[in-house]
C-alpha cells in the first residue's frame, strides 16, 4: 500500500512498504512567489530529478550523508524517511534575489565570506526569517544542531562551487533542508536542483535557474535540460 504523504510545490511524497522508505516523485510543475503561480512544464521533472540525482551522488561521493537510497525510475527515487527539520538553510556566493531587492542593491556584486540566512518553513505564515536563538527557542533546532547543518551548507558549498564552474556556471546561491534520523544524525534531504538555486552562466552571466520562469526569460525545460548536459560533461571530464 502505498499512501500519498505530501504533495508539494514540485515533488509528491509517498509511504511504502518499508516504514523507513519513502518514495519521491518529481513533477512536471514549477511554482513561483511562494506557491502563488504553478504552471505545468513537459520533461521539468525527469531534468529536475536527474539533477538533483547527480549532485547527491557527488555530495556522497564527497562524504555528505543524504537520504537518498535508490533511484528506481526517471523521476522516482527511494529515500530514507527522516524527520524533516522545517528549516531552510540559504548560502548567498552573490548578491541576488532577494538579498538584492531587500537591501536595495544591484545583482551580481560577490559576497566573501558567502551570506548565511535561515528561514522557518511555514507555508501560512510565509516561510519567515529567522534566527538561532529563535529556532532554538521555539523548539525547532538546537544551537548545535544549527551549527552543525551550517556546517554541512558550507563544506557542501564549496564542493558544489567547484563542480558548477567546471559545468561553465556560477553557484549564485542556494536552498538546502535537512532531516534527523531516529539516532540524532543529521542528513541532507530534499533535493539539489535549479528550483532551489541560482545559476549563472560563467561568460554571459546568463540565468540557467527557476528564475527563467520567475522573470518569464526563456524555456524552463530546455534551460534545466542543458544544466544537466552540462553537469554530466563536467563529472565525465572528472
Ligand atoms: O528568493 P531568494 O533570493 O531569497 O532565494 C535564495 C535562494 O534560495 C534561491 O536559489 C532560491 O531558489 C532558493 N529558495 C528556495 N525555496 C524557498 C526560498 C528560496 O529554494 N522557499
Same mark, same amino acid.
Given at each position: 500500500?502505498? %499512501?500519498?504523504l505530501y504533495a508539494g510545490k514540485a515533488k509528491e511524497m509517498w509511504s511504502t512498504d518499508d516504514p523507513e522508505v519513502l518514495r519521491v516523485v518529481y513533477l512536471d510543475q514549477a511554482t513561483a512567489f511562494n506557491g502563488k503561480e504553478k504552471e505545468h512544464f513537459a520533461g521539468k521533472g525527469h531534468a529536475a530529478h536527474a539533477i538533483s540525482n547527480l549532485v547527491f551522488h557527488y555530495l556522497k561521493d564527497h562524504g555528505i550523508t543524504t537520504h *537518498?537510497?535508490?533511484?528506481?525510475?526517471?523521476? %522516482?527515487?527511494?529515500?530514507? !524517511?527522516?524527520?524533516?527539520?522545517?528549516?531552510?538553510?540559504?548560502?548567498? @556566493?552573490?548578491?541576488?534575489?532577494?538579498?538584492?531587492?531587500?537591501?536595495?542593491?544591484?545583482?551580481?556584486?560577490?559576497? !566573501?565570506?558567502?551570506?548565511?540566512?535561515?528561514?522557518? !518553513?511555514?507555508? &501560512?505564515?510565509?516561510?519567515?526569517?529567522?534566527?538561532?536563538?529563535?529556532?532554538?527557542?521555539?523548539?525547532?533546532?538546537?544551537?548545535?544542531?544549527?551549527?552543525?547543518?551550517?556546517?554541512?551548507? +558550507?563544506? #557542501? @558549498?564549496? *564542493? *558544489? !562551487?567547484?563542480?558548477?564552474?567546471?559545468?561553465?556556471?556560477?553557484?549564485?546561491?542556494?536552498?538546502?533542508?535537512?532531516?534527523?534520523? &531516529?539516532?540524532?544524525? #543529521?542528513?541532507?534531504?530534499?533535493?539539489?536542483? &535549479?528550483?532551489?538555486?541560482?545559476?549563472?552562466?560563467?561568460?554571459? @552571466?546568463?540565468?540557467?535557474?527557476?528564475?527563467?520562469?520567475? +522573470?518569464?526569460?526563456?524555456?524552463?525545460? %530546455?534551460?534545466?535540460?542543458?544544466?544537466?548536459? +552540462?553537469?554530466?560533461?563536467?563529472? %565525465?571530464?572528472?
Amino acid at each position: 500500500m502505498s %499512501e500519498l504523504l505530501y504533495a508539494g510545490k514540485a515533488k509528491e511524497m509517498w509511504s511504502t512498504d518499508d516504514p523507513e522508505v519513502l518514495r519521491v516523485v518529481y513533477l512536471d510543475q514549477a511554482t513561483a512567489f511562494n506557491g502563488k503561480e504553478k504552471e505545468h512544464f513537459a520533461g521539468k521533472g525527469h531534468a529536475a530529478h536527474a539533477i538533483s540525482n547527480l549532485v547527491f551522488h557527488y555530495l556522497k561521493d564527497h562524504g555528505i550523508t543524504t537520504h *537518498l537510497l535508490e533511484t528506481i525510475s526517471p523521476t %522516482e527515487d527511494l529515500v530514507k !524517511k527522516c524527520e524533516m527539520v522545517p528549516l531552510e538553510f540559504v548560502t548567498r @556566493n552573490v548578491v541576488a534575489g532577494h538579498f538584492a531587492s531587500r537591501y536595495g542593491l544591484d545583482e551580481g556584486a560577490d559576497l !566573501k565570506p558567502a551570506v548565511e540566512e535561515t528561514f522557518y !518553513k511555514s507555508d &501560512p505564515l510565509d516561510d519567515p526569517f529567522i534566527n538561532a536563538s529563535s529556532a532554538n527557542a521555539l523548539g525547532i533546532a538546537t544551537f548545535a544542531e544549527q551549527e552543525q547543518m551550517w556546517a554541512m551548507c +558550507r563544506e #557542501i @558549498n564549496e *564542493l *558544489l !562551487k567547484a563542480l558548477f564552474e567546471k559545468a561553465g556556471m556560477k553557484l549564485v546561491d542556494f536552498k538546502l533542508e535537512f532531516g534527523k534520523l &531516529p539516532d540524532g544524525t #543529521i542528513i541532507l534531504a530534499d533535493e539539489f536542483s &535549479p528550483d532551489n538555486c541560482r545559476l549563472w552562466d560563467l561568460k554571459t @552571466n546568463a540565468h540557467m535557474d527557476k528564475d527563467v520562469f520567475r +522573470r518569464q526569460l526563456a524555456d524552463l525545460t %530546455e534551460t534545466y535540460d542543458r544544466v544537466l548536459a +552540462r553537469i554530466q560533461t563536467a563529472l %565525465e571530464e572528472k
